[in-house]
C-alpha cells in the first residue's frame, strides 16, 4: 500500500483533529463520494489513510514518552472528540527542543489550560526523523515560536524531510530559507495554515467581492476569540507579530489599494476559556458604492478551530508528497497560495485553487 509517512512536532490541538481526521476517512476508503469535509478524497493517488504518523515531539509533560493516540487525548488539548481510535499507535512521543516555545504568562493560569513542561532531555530530533523514515514534517508549534521552528525547519534541511510550516513564522516565505530548501531539493509548503471556512478565507472572499462589484473598502476589522492553548498563547501581544502580519497581508493582497495601516485592524483578541477550541470571528468590512453611499457588512463565524485548519493540511501533506514523487524542491508555489496565509507569492483563491488542481495532474510544475 502507498504510504506517506509524516512526523509531528506540537501534539495539541490541531495534530489531534488531523490524527482523528486520519482514521475516521479511513472507513470511508471505498466510497468517495460520501467523504464530508474533504477538498479531495483521492489526490493524485493518495487517499486520507495512506497518511502514517511515525514520529512526534513535544514538550509537555503529560504528551512526552506516552503514544501519540494517548497523547492527543491529553491536557490541555480541549478539540472535539469527533473520532475515537481505538488502536493504540506504537509511535511514542519525543521530547522537543523547548527554545522561545512556552510563553511565561501561561503559568499562571491553571494545568489543565496550559503547557506544563516535561523534564525529560531533548531527543535528537534529526537522528529520529532519519530513522523513522519520516517524510513530512508538519510544524504545529505555539505563535510566537521563531527559534524552536527555525530548528525544526534546520533538522528538515539535515534529514531531507519536507517541511509543512502550518504556523506564522516566516520559513517558507523567506527567501533564504526557501533558497536553502531549493538547493538541497526538498519540497516545502508554507506559512501559517488557512483554514477550510475560517475567518481568514472569508475575509479576503469578501474583501475581493467589495473589489470586483466597484465597492470601495474603507476600512475593516476582523476579530477572533477563542478558549484554546493558541489563544491562550496569543493573549501575549509580542509574540504576536508575524501573526498578525500574516493575517493583515492576507487580506491586504485581495484589494487592489492597501487600507492604511489605522483602517485594517486584524488579530487574536481575546481569550475566553469556555469557548474551548471553539472560535468565533467577528467581522466587519464599510465601503462606498453607486455615487459613495455608504453600506456596511457584518459576518459572525463560529467554528471548531482545529479540524477546520486540518481539511487543508490533508491536503498539503498529500501535495508534498506528489512533489516528493517528482523529485520536486523548494517551495510550492500553487499548494502554498491556495492552504497558507502568508505563501512566498498571494494569489485570490479562485486563481490558487485552479493552480493546485493544475499542479495535483501534473500540468503545473509546482
Ligand atoms: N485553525 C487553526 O487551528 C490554526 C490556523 C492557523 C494556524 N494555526 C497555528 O497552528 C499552531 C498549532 O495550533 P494548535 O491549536 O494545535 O496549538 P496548541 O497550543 O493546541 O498545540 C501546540 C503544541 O505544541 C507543543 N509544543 C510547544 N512547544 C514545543 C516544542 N518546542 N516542540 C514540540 N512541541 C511543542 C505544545 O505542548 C502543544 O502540544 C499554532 O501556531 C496556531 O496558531 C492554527
Not at 506504537?90 to 503547557?115: I, Q, T, W
Not at 513564522?169 to 533558497?179: E, G
Not at 472569508?202 to 467589495?210: D, E, N, S
Not at 463565524?301 to 508528497?321: F, Q
Request: proline share 5%; glycine share 8%; charged share 25%.
Amino acid at each position: 500500500m502507498k504510504e506517506i509517512r509524516i512526523a509531528i512536532a506540537g501534539l495539541g490541538n490541531c495534530a489531534s483533529a488531523l490524527i482523528q481526521g486520519i482514521h475516521y476517512y479511513k472507513k470511508t476508503r471505498k466510497r468517495e463520494d460520501s467523504s464530508p469535509g474533504l477538498m479531495h478524497f483521492n489526490l493524485g493517488g493518495y487517499v486520507p489513510a495512506n497518511i502514517n504518523v511515525v514520529a512526534a515531539f513535544d514538550i509537555d509533560k503529560r504528551k512526552v514518552g506516552r503514544s501519540v493516540s494517548e497523547a492527543i487525548l491529553s491536557k490541555p488539548n480541549c478539540t472535539k472528540v469527533f473520532h475515537r481510535i481505538n488502536d493504540k499507535s506504537p509511535v511514542k512521543v519525543y521530547m522537543g527542543n523547548v527554545l522561545d516555545s512556552v510563553a511565561d504568562h501561561m503559568m499562571d493560569y491553571p494545568e489543565e489550560r496550559r503547557f506544563v513542561l516535561s523534564g525529560s532531555k531533548p531527543a535528537d530530533v534529526v537522528k529520529i526523523l532519519k530513522e523513522t523514515k519520516a517524510e513530512i514534517l508538519l510544524n504545529y508549534l505555539p505563535v510566537g515560536s521563531e527559534n524552536a521552528t527555525a530548528f525544526y525547519a534546520e533538522a528538515c534541511l539535515k534529514s531531507g524531510v519536507s517541511f509543512i510550516n502550518c504556523v506564522p513564522v516566516f520559513i517558507v516565505s523567506n527567501d533564504l530559507w526557501a533558497k536553502r530548501f531549493e538547493e538541497k531539493g526538498i519540497p516545502v509548503i508554507g506559512d501559517d495554515i488557512k483554514s477550510q471556512i475560517g475567518a481568514t478565507i472569508i475575509h479576503r472572499a469578501l474583501a475581493k467581492l467589495f473589489e470586483d462589484r466597484g465597492v470601495k473598502i474603507d476600512r475593516t476589522y476582523q476579530l477572533n476569540v477563542g478558549g484554546n492553548t493558541d489563544f491562550l498563547n496569543m493573549l501575549n501581544s509580542t509574540r504576536l507579530k508575524m501573526k498578525k502580519i500574516s493575517k493583515t497581508e492576507a487580506v491586504q493582497s485581495q484589494i487592489q489599494v492597501p487600507l492604511a495601516g489605522e483602517n485594517i485592524h486584524i488579530g487574536p483578541s481575546d481569550y475566553i476559556p469556555w469557548l474551548n477550541d471553539n472560535k468565533v470571528c467577528f467581522l466587519r468590512i464599510e465601503g462606498r458604492g453607486f455615487g459613495s453611499v455608504p453600506l456596511n457588512l457584518e459576518v459572525r463565524l463560529s467554528v471548531e478551530d482545529s479540524p477546520n485548519s486540518a481539511g487543508v493540511v490533508i491536503d498539503a501533506i498529500r501535495c508534498c508528497k506528489i512533489a516528493r514523487d517528482r523529485k520536486l524542491g523548494g517551495p510550492l508555489t500553487s499548494p502554498s497560495a491556495y492552504f497558507m496565509k502568508h505563501p512566498p507569492k498571494q494569489f485570490s483563491d479562485d486563481v490558487a485553487k485552479d493552480m493546485v488542481e493544475d499542479f495535483i495532474s501534473g500540468k503545473r510544475f509546482r
